[in-house]
């Protein structure tokens, strides 16, 4: 594919660092994304991705679904100069995790008594 055809995108992490810019092809899935900032995540950073699901992508507002293509992704900047777009990426914690939190939060003794003030 021509140049000219590719889309330039540049993730931004949660600390306003950024991955990229790449350029993809209008036809790469978002799940290819995914899997790109995983394999370029920096090994600095205290939080990071175990896998592609860990990760959400937001651009123009939107998360952006796995089976969708770079170019349905896109928002429609055609009177704009060619420039990098940039796609905000959110680490989810994986289920897993969320559930044995949710247990230890149960386990924890519970101390019931009013605080009440009657005036």
Known sequence: MSEEGLVELKFRLYDGSDIGPFRYSPASTVAVLKE???AEWPKDKKIAPKGANDIKLI??????E???TVGQCK???EDLPKAVITMHV???PSVT?????EKKVD???RKN???CSIL
Not at 97 to 101: N, V
């Open 97 to 101: 995790k969320a559930k044995t939190a």
């Open 107 to 109: 386990e924890a003794p």
């Open 36 to 38: 790109r900032i995983v």
């Open 66 to 68: 796995n089976d969708k």
């Open 59 to 64: 651009n123009a507002g939107k998360i952006l």
């Open 113 to 115: 008594f009013c605080s």
């Open 75 to 77: 928002a429609p900047f």
């Open 90 to 92: 959110v680490v989810q």
